[in-house]
Each structure stands twice: as structure tokens, then as C-alpha cells.
């Protein structure tokens, strides 16, 4: 195993090629016992200031390298993510609590794999083309500023500063406050990438303070957010006075559908993958399984047999499925979902509200399911992000549609049944990306919600357009 560098504090913002410190920090709490395992900086409106004159210096030297230059650039900032890959397993284990096995796997590897990814599809991208007499030409929107947060805090940064960059623009990044960690390993490898300095920002802090700084910014031309469709809401209204360009990504509500003619044990082992890794942070978690209703019980006692495989446990430890939730606060608002389950009728399978037996002094939620849950209960409508399953019975595909598509969000959803009936149910969803009988992730396909799950794509040539603007020629 690689020898691994445990001090993790965050010297300071990273701006113009150069680590800043701040002069107020906060403190970075492990999830697991509460144990404070890193220091970081809280940055001001005067560091975003700063970062932005450092963004828009570099600009045209980095518009004027062309997409070729960049994405070669990326490509070796790919391998230096690669390098660093046991760091930011650790870090991101150390600061969220995920088990190191998922780190590793998804944390980890995930960023590399998408900024590969990103500058192969360079080459595929339209930047000059012919509409009639006119020329159309893509150009980078400017000084790109990007909120991310804390799930997956490299890969979401990741997905969209590397289009953000190959795309021409410079960015301005601020990291979700309680998961700052990887934030120094990407300057460095940024560095160690030849990205110029100033090309590449980073200032750390808080959402209210640095993350509206951003969004007001009138030298930032385009905010990159994702997070919470609450301050995705607030991000758009504060953006809103320097009209600038506004991406979204948000919240969701994930319906997985298993057609009476699926195979319940491949809907079951995938649903509760998707409901419960990462502790069920993520966005598109599958947090709620459609089932026949005359298939309900069959269907949720195969769920009850493959829940047992989920060991909640220390983080570090290799074996351990589910870690903690990502802090105390989250506990509360998980475990607050759970007690809520329970006070609108839901039928318990597994789990319920309190602390995981021996682990009472971290932040672990009992991995929880529901069946029989109202489609417009609480849990079958808001968003967890917790490893809390609601298992809801349907009376026919369209039935089945409609409780899909009936919520606030649209982000995505999955379907298992004989191909062809699958694929008919997913072209009737209102969602951004579909898993058809366990279609697996790919960084070629866009990702991004409809209704409150947010506007705009990350990722596929969609998501290095969107930071692009367009200019027609006529000539
Ligand atoms: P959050 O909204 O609390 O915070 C996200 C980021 O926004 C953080 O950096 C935070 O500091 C910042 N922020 C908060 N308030 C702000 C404000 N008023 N102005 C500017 N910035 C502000 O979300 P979170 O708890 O870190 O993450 C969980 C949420 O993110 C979930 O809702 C999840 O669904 C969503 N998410 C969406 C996607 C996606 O691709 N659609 C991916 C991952 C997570």
C-alpha cells in the first residue's frame, strides 16, 4: 500500500498558483467518533475577490492554448489525480466517514475516470462549425465559478471544473466546508499538471459567506452549482442581479421500477447498491423501489435476506459496507426521516430510528426499510440522503409512471422488465438519465435533473458545452 500523509489540515485558499492562509479556520469533525481530524480555512468575500482578478488574469493565456493544448494538460492532470489516488481515498474516508473499500473505489477512482474521459471529447466537439453564411464558433464563457458539495466531494468538483477548463474558461472553486480535504491534492496536482497559476482557484468556506460571494460576483460569468435544490433556489436568485449563467444540480428523489416480468433478485441486489452506498448520500441513491403490488411481500423479503450483507462499521475497517452518515447534523435529519417513517403508517422491515448498537458515539444510522409507504408520505416525497429504502406498490405501468414522476424532483430513475416494455417506461419518465435493467454509469452520457433537481448537464459533450458560449459569425 502507498504510504499515506495523515496530516491533513488545509494550509490555506489556493489562488494564483500560490496557498493563501486565512486568518479564521474551522474545525474538520470525524463522523465516526466525533474527533476533530483537520483544520481548514473560512474564507471572506475579499478572498473571492482576490481569486477572481487571479481567474480573470490567467484567462486569456488559457482561452488563447485551444482545446487541443488544454485537454492534453488534462490528460496528465488525470494521471496525477491517479497518483494521488490512496490520498484521496483517505481523505475523503477521514473527513465523511465513507468506508475505505467504496473510497477507493468510487471516491477515488471516479475523478480520474471522468477527467479521461473529459479530454478525450475534446477532439469531438464542435468548437467552428458552418450554419449557412454564418460561423459559429464556441468560446469559453469566462471566469467559471463552482459550489460543490460534500457526498462526493472530489468527483463533483471534478465534473464540473475539468469541463469548466478544457472548455477555455478559468475557475473559482469553493468545496463544501465539512469536506475540504481534497482540495489541496488537487491544487497540487493541478500544478504538477502544468495548469497555470490563477487558471485554477480555491477558496474555502462556508455557503452563506464565500458561496454568495460567488454567485454575486460580477466578475464571474457563469455559477456552477451543486448541492441542495434550497440553495441551489438561493444561488439562482443572488445570481440573478449580474444575470450570469446559472448551472444546477440538485437534489432527487430516485424511483427504482421492477416490472412483474424483472428479475427480482438483479432488482433487488441493484436497488439496494444504488439506496445505500455511500451511506445513501448521493443524489441519485434509489430511494424508493415501485414493485407490483401482488409481487410486494415476495419482493420485500428478498430485500430483507439481501439487507443482512450490509454491515454498518469503522470506516478504515475493509470489510465495511456502510460507514456513518457524513456528520452529527445529518444523524438528526436522517434519523428524523426514519421516526417520521414510522409516524405516518410505514411498515418497518429493517432497521428504524436510534444509534447502531456498540457504535453510539459516532453518527450511524441502522440501514432502514420501508414497505407499503404512501407514495405521498414524507419519506416517498423529500429528499433523505440517508440508507433509508421505501418500498411503494403499484397497480399497472401507468400507475407505476405516475407515482414515479410524482414529486417535486426529476433527477433519475431506473426500470427493470423484458427490454423493450422497460425501455418504453423509461422514455415516459421525467428525469435526466435512466438505468434500464442496471445500465451501468458512464462520464459519456450527460447527467442532470429536470424540475427542481436543477438545470443544465455535467458530463458528455453536453457538459463541456455548457461551458461554452456560442458565437455566430455572419459572414
Ligand atoms: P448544500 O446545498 O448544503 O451545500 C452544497 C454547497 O453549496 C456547499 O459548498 C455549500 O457551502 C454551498 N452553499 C450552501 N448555501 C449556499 C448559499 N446560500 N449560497 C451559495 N452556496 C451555498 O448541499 P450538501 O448538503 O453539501 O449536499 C447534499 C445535496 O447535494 C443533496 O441535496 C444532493 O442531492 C445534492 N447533490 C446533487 C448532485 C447532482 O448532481 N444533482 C450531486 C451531489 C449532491
Known amino acids: 500500500m502507498t504510504s499515506i500523509d495523515l496530516t491533513y489540515d488545509v494550509p490555506g485558499h489556493w489562488v494564483a498558483g500560490t496557498v493563501v492562509p486565512a486568518t479564521t479556520t474551522m474545525e474538520i469533525v470525524s463522523p465516526v467518533d ?11 468575500a475579499a478572498d473571492v475577490d482576490r481569486a477572481v482578478e487571479a481567474a480573470r488574469t490567467a484567462l486569456p493565456g488559457w482561452a488563447g492554448l485551444g482545446p487541443a493544448a488544454r485537454a492534453d494538460v488534462l490528460g496528465v492532470l488525470a494521471d496525477e489525480l491517479t497518483a494521488r489516488s490512496e490520498r484521496i481515498a483517505h481523505a475523503i474516508s477521514t473527513e465523511i466517514g465513507v ?10 477512482a471516479f475523478p480520474p475516470l471522468v477527467t479521461k474521459a473529459v479530454a478525450a471529447l475534446a477532439a469531438e466537439i464542435s468548437w467552428e462549425e458552418r450554419a449557412g453564411n454564418a460561423l459559429l464558433v464556441r468560446e469559453p464563457v469566462g471566469v467559471v465559478g463552482a459550489i460543490t458539495p460534500w457526498n462526493f466531494p472530489l468527483q463533483q468538483v471534478v465534473t464540473k471544473v475539468v469541463p469548466a477548463l478544457l ?21 497540487e496536482a493541478a500544478a504538477a499538471a502544468g495548469i497555470p ?20 460576483h460580477p466578475g ?12 441551489g433556489r438561493r444561488v439562482a436568485a443572488v445570481a440573478a442581479d449580474t444575470v450570469k449563467r446559472v448551472g444546477l444540480e440538485l437534489g432527487g428523489k430516485t424511483a427504482s421500477i421492477a416490472l412483474d416480468d424483472a428479475d427480482f433478485d438483479e432488482v433487488v441486489a441493484e436497488t439496494l447498491q ?34 443482512a450483507e450490509y454491515t454498518v462499521g469503522d470506516p478504515a475497517d475493509e470489510t465495511t459496507r456502510l460507514g456513518p452518515v457524513a456528520s452529527e447534523a445529518q444523524w438528526q435529519r436522517v434519523n428524523g426521516y426514519i421516526e417520521k417513517g414510522l409516524a405516518e403508517g410505514a411498515e418497518l422491515v429493517i432497521g428504524g430510528p436510534g444509534r447502531v448498537p456498540g457504535l453510539e458515539g459516532g453518527a450511524f444510522i441502522r440501514p432502514t426499510i420501508f414497505a407499503n409507504v404512501d407514495p405521498d408520505s414524507t419519506i416517498a416525497q423529500e429528499e433523505i440522503f440517508g440508507p433509508v429504502l421505501s418500498v411503494i406498490a403499484y397497480t399497472d405501468d401507468d400507475d407505476a409512471v405516475r407515482i414515479a414522476n410524482g414529486t417535486p424532483y426529476g433527477l433519475t430513475a431506473a426500470v427493470f422488465g423484458s427490454d423493450s416494455r422497460a425501455l418504453s417506461i423509461a422514455r415516459r419518465l421525467e428525469v435526466g438519465q435512466v438505468h434500464v435493467n442496471g445500465g451501468a454509469f458512464t462520464p459519456l452520457a450527460p447527467f442532470g435533473g429536470r424540475k427542481q433537481s436543477g438545470t443544465g448537464r455535467e458530463m458528455g459533450k453536453s457538459g463541456i458545452e455548457e461551458f461554452t458560449e456560442l458565437k455566430a459569425i455572419l459572414l
Request: aromatic fraction near 6%.
Open 34 to 44: 466525533g474527533r476533530v481530524v483537520a483544520t481548514a480555512p473560512l474564507g471572506t
Open 274 to 307: 444504488y439506496a445505500w452506498s455511500n451511506s445513501g448520500q448521493a443524489c441519485g441513491a434509489w430511494t424508493r423501489l415501485l414493485v407490483p403490488a401482488a409481487r410486494h411481500d415476495e419482493i420485500v423479503a428478498k430485500l430483507r435476506e439481501a439487507a
Open 220 to 231: 464571474i460569468d457563469m455559477v456552477s452549482f451543486t448541492g441542495s435544490t434550497a440553495a
Open 167 to 187: 472548455a477555455g474558461n478559468t475557475v473559482v472553486l469553493k468545496p463544501a466546508e465539512t469536506a475540504p480535504l481534497t482540495g489541496p491534492i488537487l491544487a
Open 197 to 216: 497559476a490563477g487558471v485554477l482557484n480555491i477558496v474555502y468556506g462556508t455557503g452563506s459567506v464565500v458561496g454568495e460571494a460567488i454567485a454575486a
Open 99 to 108: 468506508p475505505i473499500g467504496f473510497s477507493r473505489l468510487a471516491q477515488a
